[in-house]
């Protein structure tokens, strides 16, 4: 590291920044912030952005901060940076990870990680209809080590008393749900069809809901003005791929951990030209959780459930400007005072 200035090194930070706002996030809420340091990257939680009627323990706020954390992990690796990455830091509990370039005990570069920084992009997740063809076992296998190896474990759903459970339960959990008028109105707020907004789930991501899906397993609706713009016909079915992300723990560490896994899973399926889409509503209705963690068998802590195959391609959805969600420390400024970045890389106070 020694040869890359102080300048190229902001400029790598900054990028990684950029990656990690491409994440996933429940309800396209990108819940953190980042500050940059010289020679390192933080990551808090923003807890404002918080579904507080659908996430109160705000376990999947977590698993989305930790989907953003894996990206600045692959840019990183991709630009040469050794970085040391430290989880929950300190006592401060909207600190959720440092990233400390050439650290103590920074391993070496991982070009697993960085062979990913493509697929950043390329990633979206996809509420279509599904075609009719398998997902290769040895793509299974390959999702089952990415989750391992950011310590996760991921469950094919094969056995066909198991995708009954998983779609009776999904059904009542999504059931659940939409009869909570406090759920379909924290829905609406994360729903737009602003085409300027940043935030939120838009209308082209969606598919229109008017009867007729023709879902075993419901997606969920978020065509809350009747404005969604992709087909009503989805026909997510219990035969289609499914596999559930778990964890050996059910803690902010875990979740967080989680989200990195989850990432990693995401990008694969993206490399070998598949798309994945939610089914979460089973896992965030207590009840329905605890009911497919017992009826699965699992000894895990089930957190996400995801089909897997080929769609026709969806639109992307908007991220927050780099100056929404990064400051800086200006290290010419006096005091060494913090600005804000914009996303050419300067500041603002």
Not at 14 to 20: D, P, Q, S, Y
Not at 108 to 122: E, F, K, R, S, T
Not at 226 to 243: A, E, F, I, Y
Request: hydrophobic content about 40%.
């Amino acid at each position: 590291m020694s040869s890359v200035t102080n300048g190229e090194l902001g400029r790598r930070l900054r990028r990684a920044v950029a990656c990690a706002v491409r994440a996933p996030s429940v309800h396209n809420t990108q819940p953190w912030t980042f500050a940059m340091a010289p020679g390192r990257l933080t990551l808090h939680a923003d807890r404002r952005r918080q579904l507080t009627i659908l996430d109160p323990t705000t376990r999947q706020l977590l698993i989305s901060c930790g989907c953003a954390l894996f990206n600045a992990r692959v840019s990183l690796a991709a630009s040469g940076l050794a970085v040391r990455v430290e989880r929950f830091p300190n006592d401060h509990a909207d600190v959720l990870a440092t990233l400390t370039v050439d650290g103590p005990d920074a391993p070496d570069v991982d070009p697993a990680l960085a062979a990913l920084d493509p697929l950043i992009n390329l990633r979206h997740t996809n509420r279509r209809q599904f075609a009719d063809e398998p997902v290769p076992a040895e793509l299974v296998d390959t999702l089952v080590r990415a989750a391992s190896a950011e310590g996760a474990y991921l469950h094919e759903i094969v056995d066909e008393q198991h995708r009954d459970v998983v779609a009776l339960l999904s059904q009542r959990a999504d059931a659940l749900q939409n009869a909570d008028p406090a759920y379909r109105a924290e829905l609406r707020a994360w729903t737009t069809d602003d085409p300027s907004r940043r935030d939120g789930v838009p209308a082209l991501a969606v598919p229109h809901v008017a009867g007729g899906s023709g879902d075993e397993i419901p997606i969920r609706d978020f065509d809350s003005r009747g404005t969604g713009w992709l087909p009503t016909k989805t026909r997510s079915s219990r035969k289609q791929c499914m596999v559930l992300l778990a964890t050996e723990a059910d803690d902010a560490a875990s979740w967080l951990r989680a989200g990195e896994a989850l990432e990693r899973v995401l990008l694969e399926i993206a490399r070998h030209g598949f798309t994945a889409g939610p089914l979460t509503q089973v896992v965030e209705v207590a009840s329905a959780r605890a009911a497919l963690r017992r009826e699965l068998s699992l000894t895990t802590y089930p957190l996400v459930l995801l089909r897997i195959g080929r769609a026709a391609v969806t639109p992307g959805t908007s991220r927050r400007d780099i100056a929404d969600v990064l400051t800086e420390e200006t290290a010419d400024a006096p005091g060494g005072r913090s600005g804000v970045a914009t996303a050419e890389g300067g500041t603002s106070s």
